[in-house]
């Protein structure tokens, strides 16, 4: 870039590089999770496509979207027709357990009243829905991002299966049993390992959205428009009556507490279980919530761990890391780096976030260019989704994808940096690009 | 010892094992040539042991002369070839007369000693192969020109020196052997002083080069601002030249200068912090005068590895207060580490895992890869260094107990 050494650039009118992603990847993401069901986009054709792009770039797995197209004529005279048309269409044709009717932006705009819409369905096909979960939510992409687009689409979720199970849900409560509520920063391999920790105590896991399941790759053969894995519909009914919830990532907490303030459960708030102290706390936890161990390999796990910190260490002595990722990913990374000690942790998020708080002062909300600047000031290490790695080269800083998209990379999706042994592997991936540099460039 | 030489071939006239040693010993931050990322090993099978490898190695040097058409080839004898009595001199002044390329052989079978003694041996050999054998080009030559003579992983510290140097109007011709290419090392015989920078293996090379090309030496080290003074004096005083002495006396105030004023403010943290030295060879003491300026307290020295030159130069350069733990065990080390209250450990080499597997803070200066820690840049470096890892949580961290040992861990977030 023909820019002007040193020289402060203008505030910049508008974003350039832009990190934000469209709200209704992250809604759509988050039904992925779940077994059977299907999310329907209302927007114009090319919206659905490139949400269903990028997704299959990322995870490289089919994504199960469906699109009602708005047309000129939807515009002018309303769509409620055509909605009812694609939502009776998709009920009866794919006889899915979840149907989400998404709005975009364009519907904000014109004032489709879409809510309405699918509440006059359901009103009128009450018997299609005995079995099954109908959800309506706008996910506009002028606001929030895939992180807050997700997490919406969770609480939606609980929303409707809290007042679809009625009396049931103030059940008793199954003490061997918890919730866990992933946010989106964390990978399917995240949510398989968290799973795997659990489990081997003794306790049952209802995780929502499950990605472990359901974007890893299985093969499942034969044609469906509808998710292949996932938490399936009636397992996730039986989530009011855990004893407890683990809720990973700040935009996910309102979800928890909407659960503790309806249900009574408990929940406990993660960042990201990455490093040390929250791989600790969530050992803890999982001993006091079991009464038992655990079983030894997680004792080995930790002592690798602390080793691998040691081995490393000095990788990351005085570094300046600059990251560029979504609000709770980037607390979960920082805390990471700073149980290590960097000199300075700087970087951007997409939009205003309550993870902001966690963070420290010289984060903001901006762009991949925001980034570039912040990485002229000694950049040691880059981390950003795939449309940064360009940037990062021409500036010679280490480059370590992350976030969301990431593309030309295989398996990044199940990857895994929770845990113990996921921090570990964190540690020495980070370390390893930090010393990269002295390899390239001195 | 040879292999910064990064435009020649290195080829080891050894078993397959030989080579492990050496290859990607470079250090990280060495510019790297062409061909040194190659390790070249003959690989030697039984057969070739019971009948002799002189045809296989010249068949070698003749692939690796036509494939890579380096400057020049070295070979490396090892014991086996050594024990087989392989006539290496005949193999490569055959291959040097057939494939126009020299060929120079080097002695330095394991046995024959210490990595010292392979230093010298490559400094014997470069005397005799090497140096000299350029032209003098009139045009390439100012009056200041020097050669710096350096130890094993010479590189990173001789690049931090030849910058120091040239600011004051010096040039350095070659590095030996440090990051440089055979033709400058050819050409070292037209450098007006050597400096011999910390090392004892190469003083016979500097002996030579005075005894036949009348280039005068001297020994010096850049680290601390003390020992730049004495090492540059030397220098000044060696060229007899009012204005260049006006000079480096100038820079040498203006960077003291700079680097005290950092070292109260800046680096103020690190006074009084108590240090425990575990590190091998020159590391032991070339640090020493450095750590002492920056206002470290070092409580106990383990002078393992430590001949009495070594130990003679860690006692002049130490204040009363310091322990020295002679043919110290690591028990040893660590008592005194805990008894004296340290805060820090400065290990090298073989040294590195004991601080490691105690959890003790500690740097070690083998790690320590993003450059030496030569001249008054060198000296920050060090001190920036030292805080970072002072300040680095980790050491904390890994002092935490585990969640099987408590029922809570309270508000610690």
Not at chain 1, 390 to 414: D, I, K, W
Not at chain 2, 28 to 46: D, N
Not at chain 2, 64 to 91: G, N, R
Request: net charge negative; charged share 20%.
């Amino acid at each position: 870039m023909a820019r002007v050494n040193n020289e402060i650039p203008p505030a910049k009118p508008w974003p350039i590089n832009p990190l934000r992603v469209s709200q209704a990847v992250g809604g759509v993401l988050a039904l992925q999770g779940i077994y059977r069901s299907v999310p329907v986009l209302h927007g114009a054709e090319g919206c659905t496509e490139s949400v269903k792009q990028s997704l299959a770039r990322h995870f490289r797995e089919p994504i199960s979207v469906q699109n009602i197209a708005i047309h000129e004529q939807n515009l002018i005279f309303g769509g409620s027709q055509s909605i009812h048309d694609m939502l009776q269409h998709v009920t009866s044709e794919y006889q899915p357990d979840v149907i989400a009717l998404i709005g975009t932006s364009l519907t904000e705009v014109v004032g489709e009243d879409l809510l309405g819409a699918v509440e006059a369905y359901y009103k009128l096909h009450k018997e299609r829905f005995h079995d099954r979960l109908l959800l309506g939510l706008y996910l506009p992409d002028y606001e929030g991002s895939l992180e807050s687009g997700y997490a919406q689409t969770v609480y939606c979720v609980l929303q409707k299966l809290l007042r679809s199970s009625g009396r049931r849900s103030r059940s008793r409560k199954r003490t061997s049993r918890i919730n866990l509520l992933p946010g989106s920063h964390l990978t399917p391999g995240d949510v398989m390992e968290l799973k795997e920790m659990i489990a081997s105590f003794g306790i049952e896991v209802i995780v929502l959205p499950d990605l472990s399941s359901s974007l890893t790759g299985h093969l499942m053969t034969g044609y469906t428009p509808l998710t292949r894995g996932g938490v399936p519909l009636d397992y996730l009914r039986e989530l009011p009556s855990s004893a407890y919830t683990i809720v990973i990532g700040r935009s996910m907490e309102p979800c928890a507490r909407l659960l503790e303030e309806e249900l009574g459960i408990p929940y406990r708030l993660f960042h990201g279980v990455t490093g040390l102290c929250e791989s600790d706390e969530l050992i803890l936890l999982l001993r006091r919530l079991s009464g038992n161990e655990g079983p030894n390999k997680y004792r080995w796990q930790r002592q690798f761990l602390l080793d691998c910190m040691l081995d490393t260490r000095s990788a990351f002595r005085g570094r300046h890391v600059v990251a560029a990722l979504e609000g709770d990913h980037l607390v979960s990374v920082f805390q990471t780096f700073k149980e290590m000690g960097i000199r300075r942790f700087s970087g951007v998020v997409p939009v205003q976030s309550p993870a902001l708080e966690l963070l420290p002062p010289g984060i903001s909300v901006g762009d991949l260019d925001d980034l570039e600047r912040l990485a002229m000031d000694e950049g040691d290490l880059w981390i950003s989704n795939s449309y940064g790695a360009e940037r990062a080269e021409q500036q010679h800083t280490p480059y370590l994808p992350a976030g969301f998209p990431v593309f030309n990379r295989f398996g990044s999706p199940a990857t895994t940096s929770v845990g113990y042994r996921g921090t570990a592997e964190l540690l020495c991936l980070y370390a390893n690009t930090l010393i990269s540099k002295e390899r390239m460039y001195l | 010892m040879l292999l910064p030489i990064t435009d020649a071939a290195h080829l080891v006239h050894g078993t397959p094992g030989c080579l492990q040693n050496s290859w990607g010993m470079l250090e990280a931050g060495a510019t790297g040539g062409p061909l040194s990322s190659h390790g070249f090993s003959m690989g030697l099978t039984e057969m070739d042991i019971i009948h002799g490898g002189q045809k296989k190695l010249l068949e070698a040097i003749r692939y690796i002369a036509i494939t890579y058409q380096p400057p020049c080839i070295f070979v490396y004898e090892t014991c086996i070839t050594f024990l087989t009595s392989e006539d290496l001199e005949a193999v490569c002044v055959q291959a040097e007369d057939e494939y126009k390329v020299p060929v120079i052989p080097i002695h330095n079978a394991g046995f024959i000693g210490s990595g010292n003694m392979g230093n010298r041996q490559a400094g014997e050999a470069l005397f005799n192969k090497v140096i000299g054998t350029a032209g003098i080009r009139g045009e390439q030559q100012t009056p200041y020109d020097v050669n710096l003579i350096g130890d094993f992983r010479f590189s990173r510290e001789g690049r931090k020196i030849e910058a120091m140097l040239s600011s004051v109007g010096i040039r350095v011709i070659s590095q030996i052997a440090g990051d440089c290419s055979l033709e400058e090392l050819r050409s070292a015989h037209l450098a007006k002083l050597n400096i011999l920078i910390c090392t004892r293996s190469m003083v016979t090379l500097a002996r030579r080069m005075r005894d036949s090309f009348g280039i005068p030496y001297f020994e010096g080290s850049f680290c601390g601002t003390r020992e730049i003074r004495f090492s540059l004096s030397q220098l000044s005083y060696h060229f007899q030249n009012a204005e260049l002495d006006q000079r480096i006396h100038r820079y040498m105030r203006r960077e003291e200068e700079l680097l005290h004023k950092e070292i109260l403010r800046r680096y103020k943290p690190l006074k009084g912090k108590r240090i425990v030295l575990f590190t091998d060879g020159i590391e032991s003491w070339i640090y020493i005068p450095l750590l002492v300026e920056l206002g470290l307290r070092i409580v106990a020295i383990g002078t393992n590895q430590n001949g009495q030159e070594d130990l003679s130069r860690i006692k002049e350069r130490i204040r009363e207060d310091t322990v020295l733990i002679h043919r110290s065990s690591e028990a040893q080390i660590l008592e005194a580490y805990r008894v004296r209250k340290a805060e820090l450990m400065i290990v090298s080499g073989r040294n590195a895992f004991v601080p490691l597997k105690e959890k003790l803070p500690f740097i070690n200066i083998d790690e320590a890869l993003h450059g030496g820690y030569a001249g008054y840049e060198g000296a920050r470096r060090l001190a920036q260094d030292l805080l970072d890892t002072l300040e680095q949580p980790v050491w904390s961290m890994i002092r935490r107990s585990s969640p099987w040992e408590v029922e809570s861990y309270g508000s610690s977030e």
